[in-house]
């Protein structure tokens, strides 16, 4: 068994750039990386209406099966590979399918609420937080949210007011100060990898 795989967890409020960020570190370090979502880890709502699962707060600590998350997190650190869950954002559902990933030297994962769970800073090399201004997030959102999820952009925004700022009041953005990298979401993330590579040498 080789050295334990390093692990960076990139944390930050709803559209702030955190997967824009985490995917541009994970090509970065190609082969040498996994790149693990926590959005793949909302819990399954296809016991409930489809009119029922809009109601759902997604942005509670709740709506998150950390305990398979923190496993597999686990996992991948000690050198097993995991088969990380597939989520259909457009219906609120698990697919029947998985992704597998094999053992890899570093692990980077990314969630508006990783922070926020218990056990998982403490598992983390390096943790970086990606700060960006509320308008340009639910903007952001809007645009995302009406592209990619079949959703209005007035569905969206009342959302956005309904349980997106406050969780992020209560779950987000309490986590700032302690991380060990504050970033900024809104320009080119490379020099923000650079950044984060060099805290990691």
Do not use: W
């Not at 692990?7 to 370090?29: E, N, P, Q, Y």
């Not at 403490?122 to 943790?127: E, N, P, T």
């Amino acid at each position: 068994m080789g050295e334990p795989a390093r692990v960076v967890g990139i944390a930050g409020g709803s559209c702030a750039g955190k997967t824009t960020l985490a995917r541009a570190l994970a090509d970065r370090l190609g082969d040498a990386c996994n790149y693990l979502a926590f959005d793949e880890y909302y819990r399954d709502h296809g016991h409930l209406t489809v009119e029922d699962r809009a109601l759902v707060n997604y942005d509670h600590l709740d709506s998150l099966d950390d305990g398979l998350f923190l496993r597999h997190l686990d996992d991948l650190t000690a050198g097993r590979p995991v088969d990380v869950p597939v989520y259909d954002f457009a219906t609120h559902c698990r697919t029947d399918q998985t992704r597998t990933l094999q053992p890899r030297p570093m692990v980077v994962a990314d969630g508006i609420l990783l922070f926020a769970i218990p056990g998982i800073t403490d598992r983390l090399d390096l943790s970086v937080f990606v700060d960006a201004p509320e308008e340009l997030r639910l903007a952001r959102r809007i645009y995302r949210d009406v592209r990619e999820r079949g959703r209005t952009a007035e569905s969206v925004q009342a959302q956005f007011e309904a349980t997106v700022a406050p969780s992020h009041r209560l779950f987000v953005q309490p986590f700032r100060e302690g991380s060990d990298l504050v970033v900024t979401g809104e320009g080119d993330p490379r020099p923000v990898v650079d950044e984060i590579l060099a805290r990691l040498t």
